[in-house]
């Protein structure tokens, strides 16, 4: 598993714009359950605190899904931040979060 979330992060966590998309849709309280499809990975929220991440490919016009592995939010929330810090990004909080789906509603 540690392979695969290391390919997760060294492909998705490019950049600050990308982090910060990602800790939206990890710290959104609104999405229940639902999916952000990153570049190569996508993320499943199956709730508020229940994650899947996998790469999904179309393959003779069938969706197929390799290498899965799932993680609490706290965990995935470490390890984003984590790496995000060694990029030398913002870590971003939920506060920060928070500011920013209240301005989507102003």
């Known amino acids: ?7 997760f992060l060294e492909t998705e966590v490019t950049d600050q714009e990308y982090y910060d998309a990602i800790i939206r849709f990890i710290y959104s309280g609104n999405i229940r359950c639902g999916e952000y499809e990153c570049n190569q990975f996508v993320i499943r ?3 508020l605190s229940n994650f899947i991440i ?19 939010k706290n965990k995935l929330l470490q390890v984003m931040n984590e790496y995000a810090k060694k ?10 979060s928070k500011g920013y789906f209240n301005e989507l509603l102003i």
């Open 54 to 72: 996998y790469e999904e490919y179309v393959i003779n016009k069938k969706r197929e899904i390799h290498h899965s592995f799932s993680l609490s």
């Open 45 to 47: 929220k199956m709730e």
């Open 1 to 7: 598993m540690q392979e695969i979330l290391d390919s």
């Open 87 to 96: 990029q030398g990004f913002l870590v971003r909080s939920f506060e920060w």
